[in-house]
């Protein structure tokens, strides 16, 4: 029998990886707060699959009817907790399990609240609609990252919209599929030999390229920096996220411009890129010889939906004196995407294209050592 041609092997394995990452979940053991528990015995804790391009918000009804009989009256005003943090719910599950469990904790132990809403810590919450909300506009800003604009999902039909978000909430990776491919955020192409930017503010894609020009690939990603001890040595001596101002949120799209010839970038030149503060020897020398062509940018793409606290970041990527000493000072321990420890040398695209949500960003969690 005939092998199979490449790119048809490709797309089968990229197809698979989708499968995997659309399967995923995390095991959540949720305890009902002290403080809600209105009838003895208090009730036992629910146990359920947290889907890991999931949100919290979307398990409630689930947890709701468990806990039912032990609620208190009233208006019901629904929050995670971890370790005494309480989760933003606009992150998927699975971005905050590889964020916070730095030893992954199976099941995840968390407590839910139904009152007193942390207002001042956690952006407010309606329930789906605030989730569906918060995924179209990532959508957007995902689409306008790859493609100059976010016609094509301005444009899309109500069917369609619906369609696409139902095939988020349930999971549904096939109905996800028939829908976004009208969308044209992807694949990106793997084999390239780059020049690195970030993104540059732009009109629109309908702008004419000049002459002889090679369009750029634009990949959207987000990255979870979070700081633990300098000297650690085992991930499960780290200390618990105790506040989020120890994470660091980016938006820092990643821009390749293809220059000719075939080869791959690793994600750890990506990483170089993305976060240039914590590899300081690369800074060094890229600041006695930076690229020709590359920029950075003074905004981010029209964030101007986004929903209150969404994750951003308007530092250039470009290393300061600054941010020179901060890395001096830093050390990377680990990188984590859908729960996997990447090996650095892997072709980053391939990250891009099979482990991404399907809002079409990259969430990288990214552990370093202050």
């Known amino acids: 029998m005939a092998a199979a041609p490449r790119g048809q092997e490709a797309a089968a394995w990229s197809e698979e990886a989708a499968r ?17 528990v209105t009838a003895l015995p208090p009730p036992p804790p629910f146990l359920t699959l947290g889907p890991r391009i999931g949100y919290f918000p979307l398990l409630v009804s689930t947890i709701k ?13 629904v929050w995670f907790e ?4 309480p989760l933003k719910w606009y992150i998927p599950i699975g971005v905050l399990f590889d ?56 444009n899309m039909s109500q069917a369609d919209q619906l369609a696409m978000w139902e095939s988020v909430r349930k999971g549904d990776l096939d109905s996800y599929m028939n829908i976004s491919t009208k969308l044209k955020l ?3 192409e793997e084999d390239f030999l780059v020049r690195t930017s970030s993104l540059e503010p732009r009109q629109g894609s309908d702008e004419p390229e000049s002459p002889g ?29 105790s ?3 120890s994470v660091s949120y980016i938006n820092r799209p990643f821009e390749i411009r293809k220059e000719g010839g075939r080869s791959y970038i690793a994600l750890e030149h990506a990483l170089e890129t993305l976060l240039p503060e914590f590899f300081s020897s690369k800074l060094t020398a890229r600041a006695a010889d930076p ?44 990188v984590r995407v859908q729960g996997i420890e990447l090996d650095m040398d892997i072709p980053f695209l391939w990250v891009a294209n099979n482990l991404k949500n399907p809002e079409c960003y990259l969430h990288v969690c990214v552990y370093v050592g202050a």
């Not at 399967?23 to 403080?35: E, F, I, K, N, Y």
Request: proline share 10%; hydrophobic share 30%.
């Open 82 to 85: 971890y370790k005494g943090l």
């Open 20 to 36: 995997l990452v659309w399967g995923g979940a995390v095991p959540l053991q949720v305890h009902l707060h002290d403080a809600d």
């Open 243 to 245: 506040d989020w101002e």
């Open 291 to 334: 690229e020709p062509g590359a920029t950075t940018p003074d905004s981010e793409p029209d964030d101007s939906g986004t929903s209150p606290g969404t994750p951003h970041d308007e530092k250039p990527a470009s290393a300061s004196l600054q941010e020179t000493d901060v890395a001096k000072k830093t050390k990377l321990k680990l």
């Open 99 to 154: 964020l916070l469990c730095a030893d992954p904790e199976r099941p995840w132990n968390l407590t839910v609240h139904f009152r007193g809403y942390p207002a001042d810590i956690l952006s407010p919450c309606e329930g789906e609609d605030s989730v569906k909300w918060n995924y179209n506009n990532s959508l957007k800003e995902a689409a306008f990252i790859i493609t100059g604009n976010s016609k094509n999902v301005m």
């Open 186 to 188: 992807g694949p990106f």
């Open 213 to 241: 020009s090679v369009k750029p690939c634009r990949v959207p990603v987000r990255l979870y920096v979070r700081r633990v001890q300098q000297d650690l040595e085992d991930l499960e001596d780290a200390k618990p996220v």
């Open 65 to 77: 009817a468990h806990f039912s009989s032990s609620l208190p009256p009233g208006v019901d005003t």
